[in-house]
């Protein structure tokens, strides 16, 4: 999944779509369909990518560790 980056007290952090849910009280599954919606992000099999218009807002993609774990 792409993360959004947003400022908070002056630092920028990357937020994934479980936390930016957790925020505003959605489903991760549901943001990903309005950040999607909004051209942000596409679906390319099971995962989430930002678009140019996304990394252009600060999106970049999540990378996966080699145990399959998520990093940021």
């Known amino acids: 999944m792409a993360l959004p980056t947003v400022r908070l007290g002056g630092e920028r952090m990357m937020l994934a ?3 930016l849910g957790d925020r505003l009280e959605l489903p991760s599954q549901r943001v990903n ?3 999607a919606e909004l051209g942000w992000i596409e679906r390319k099999g099971s995962n989430w990518y930002p678009t140019p218009q996304g990394q252009a807002l600060g999106a970049r ?8 774990t998520n990093s940021t």
Not at 61 to 66: F, I
């Open 33 to 35: 369909l309005l950040l």
């Open 61 to 68: 993609p999540r990378s996966r560790s080699t145990n399959g």
């Open 17 to 19: 779509a479980a936390k």
